[in-house]
């Protein structure tokens, strides 16, 4: 196991809602970075935090939006949902100055 | 066209057969590479890290070509848990250390 966990394991809402994603880093990392997974697609990056303030973005509109506590813990929120946010949402931690990347086993989020 | 493309799945092998699975990207800065692995409906675990020389783990091969911006595993002797897809990621440094995943290549390994 990698030491990254996720919360909640499964959720489902419905078109508009709001949603938060949490994730706990594996014990000495101190970047988190969430990832969105569709069906039969790979993992499609969202942000990256570093030491509570976000690092980095991919193509993801601004209703995605994140925080990185001060334990390095970060929470994925996104309102106004929509049908295709419908997907497996990672995180993973990394060491700042090292590349791998060690994933949490996922929140599968279904919007109907 | 996708920053990293890789071979149209599924494949189908016998126990024991050996599977090759390629991979080009597009963005020459690119700066580190790996191989994921990734079992139905579970998180990507790291399968190995892909260097410029070439490295091996076990029945596992990666080769790295930076002229060609090709990427390969080799996975000899295959065995029924080696059944997963695998995801050739690419990871380019900055401000963010971002990871760009492939869409993945199925494998079956059959009895």
């Known amino acids: 196991e990698t030491g990254v966990t996720q919360s909640p394991t499964h959720l489902i809402k419905t078109r508009g809602q709001q949603v938060t994603l949490r994730c706990s880093s594996q014990s000495g990392h101190n970047t988190v970075s969430w990832y969105q997974q569709a069906l039969g697609q790979g993992p499609q990056f969202i942000f990256q935090y570093y030491r509570e303030e976000e690092n980095g973005r991919g193509n993801f509109p601004p209703r995605f939006s994140g925080l990185q506590f001060p334990n390095y813990s970060s929470e994925l929120n996104v309102n106004a949902l929509e049908l295709d946010d419908s997907a497996l949402y990672l995180c993973?931690?990394?060491?700042?100055?090292?590349?791998?990347?060690?994933f949490g086993p996922g929140t599968r989020l279904t919007v109907l | 066209r996708k920053e990293v493309e890789q071979d149209p799945g599924p494949f189908n092998v016998p126990e024991g057969a050996t599977v090759a699975f390629n991979c080009t990207y597009s963005?020459?800065?690119?700066?580190?590479f790996f191989w994921y692995r990734q079992d139905c409906r579970k998180e990507p675990k790291l399968l190995m890290s892909?260097?410029?020389s070439g490295n091996e783990d076990g029945r596992f091969t990666a080769q790295l070509n930076r002229a060609s911006q090709y990427i390969s595993l080799l996975i000899r002797d295959s065995k029924l848990s080696d059944s997963a897809t695998y995801l050739c990621v690419v990871g380019v440094l900055g401000s963010a250390r971002q990871l760009t995943f492939g869409s993945g290549t199925q494998l079956t390994v059959l009895p």
């Open positions: 993973a931690s990394s060491l700042a100055q090292g590349d791998t990347q060690y």
């Open positions: 963005n020459s800065a690119s700066q580190s």
């Open positions: 892909v260097y410029s």
